[in-house]
């Protein structure tokens, strides 16, 4: 059963849930029962299926910043921590999470994986939604090389796994942290060869939102392609703020809202997800917005319903049938009646 989380900004997301008793709802979700006193409402929403996608969220597994960062809180300081790769116990989390997603049939499900570009969630993401070692004569560049990442890694093939794309708009908290500062681009197509970094796929106003944080946009062609090799939107001394992260993470929704795809997993950051998602769901109970918008553990994967509210997308829908084949009168009998 889908309870629904309405978003501003066009979207909305439902989490997927069991239906409460109706004794354990608060007031404000008990609308939908009918009293002597008040007429019913409903109190789900009910959207066109062709408006709605599946999106499967993820935080990366434990870094080695997450381990110093417990121990110390200034380690996040550290340039030693420079786009902090993942733990063995990091990878452990990713073999659990890909056992899981592929028992639960999600990992044959998933037409896209839209991935932050930092180590370690370009790691979880191959290591999660990839396909198995790569094979010996068979013409697919590997998702990831052998060793990558300072890892003990086989190589991950790209055979028969769905499109993965790396994208800046859903990175962590730009700034001061050097674990949140990304390699070059070229240095990721080394290690990644079968991840598409051209950045194309990004939508000019989230780069727009991106860059403004850092400088201000003079001019802005609308055909630019989007992509710089270095990160230039990290700075040393300027640390994004929530707000700020929030929107970012607002039109990240909107821009997947406009995606083909139906099923999408989305692999990135604490920060990104807990600020992003918050900005949602005040008008529902407060057990259902927590059930979202909560801070995600390492490696956890929570999937949701984003629905189209404003046409963002232009698919049509493909269950739908029109009806009249034959044409012929068929008048609802209410109208019958009256005419």
């Given amino acids: 059963m889908n309870s629904t989380l309405s978003f501003p900004h066009s979207i909305s997301i439902s989490s997927i849930s069991h239906l409460p008793s109706p004794r354990n709802l608060s007031p404000r979700c008990c ?15 009910l959207y066109p299926l062709h408006r709605c996608k599946t999106i499967h969220l993820v935080r990366h597994a434990q870094g080695v910043h997450n381990v110093e960062g417990e121990k110390n809180h200034d380690a996040y300081l550290s340039e030693d921590l420079f786009d902090a790769h993942l733990t063995p116990l990091g990878w452990q989390q990713v073999d659990n999470l890909r056992k899981h997603v592929k028992a639960s049939g999600i990992s044959n499900r998933i037409e896209l994986v839209v991935v932050s570009p930092l180590l370690r969630t370009l790691q979880t993401a191959v290591g999660t939604f990839g396909g198995e070692g790569c094979i010996d004569g068979v013409d697919a560049p590997p998702l990831m090389k052998a060793g990558a990442g300072d890892s003990d890694r086989p190589a991950i093939s790209s055979l028969n796994r769905p499109p993965f794309i790396a994208v800046e708009s859903c990175r962590e908290h730009l700034g001061v942290h050097p674990c949140d500062r990304r390699n070059s681009i070229t240095k990721y197509r080394q290690l990644f060869p079968a991840i598409d970094f051209s950045l194309a796929s990004l939508p000019n106003q989230i780069l727009c939102a991106l860059l403004s944080f850092v400088f201000t946009i003079i001019s802005y062609s609308a055909d630019l392609q989007v992509e710089t090799d270095e990160d230039v939107l990290w700075k040393p001394e300027v640390r994004e703020e929530d707000k700020d ?29 807990y600020h992003t998602l918050n900005s949602f769901g005040n008008d529902c109970d407060p057990a259902v917005k927590s059930e979202i918008s909560s801070h995600f553990a390492n490696c956890e994967l929570r999937s949701v319903v984003l629905v189209d509210k404003c046409m963002n997308g232009s698919d049509p829908p493909v269950t739908n049938y029109p009806g009249k084949i034959p044409s012929g009168e068929d008048l609802p009998s209410d109208i019958a009646d009256e005419k």
């Fill in 31 to 45: 609308n939908s029962i009918p009293s002597q006193d008040m007429e019913a409402k409903p109190s789900q929403g």
């Fill in 245 to 273: 992260l929030a929107a970012r993470g607002v039109k990240f929704m909107n821009w997947l809202s406009t995606r083909k795809e139906k099923e999408i997993a989305v692999v990135t950051h604490s920060g990104f997800l």
